[in-house]
């Protein structure tokens, strides 16, 4: 399984950003899908994900601003990001847990796209 991802670059503040995560390959079905962003010198974190019935969870510092969807007919999840602060500066990863069709459950990760938030 494969997870491309796309969509970061440079915007200013206030400003808005829309992330696409792919998923390919072995897929029977995907339980859940995620954002994760890891800024410099900081751990890894969850941004936001969604279940495969829907239910989106947010970090508490982007509530509001960001929302999480998914295309189950794409296997892709999106992420759309406005009224960006420099804080939301970060590398963001996809996250994806799936049913393989070799009936295993595994997690997987895209390489990382670059959000920077600057003036």
């Known amino acids: 399984v494969q997870l491309q991802a796309s969509g970061g670059g440079l915007v200013q503040p206030g400003g808005s950003l829309r992330l696409s995560c792919a998923a390919s390959g072995s897929i029977f079905s995907i339980y859940r899908l995620g954002w994760y962003r890891q800024a410099p010198g900081k751990e890894r974190e969850l941004v936001a994900a969604?279940?495969?019935?829907?239910?989106?969870n947010y970090a508490d510092s982007v509530k509001g601003r960001f929302t999480i969807s998914r295309d189950n007919a794409k296997n892709t999840v999106y992420l759309q990001m406005i009224s960006l602060k420099p804080e939301d500066t970060a590398v963001y990863y996809c996250n994806a847990l799936v049913h393989t069709t070799d009936m295993r459950v595994s997690n997987y990760w895209g390489q990382g796209t670059q959000v920077t938030v600057s003036s």
């Open positions: 969604i279940t495969s019935g829907s239910n989106p």
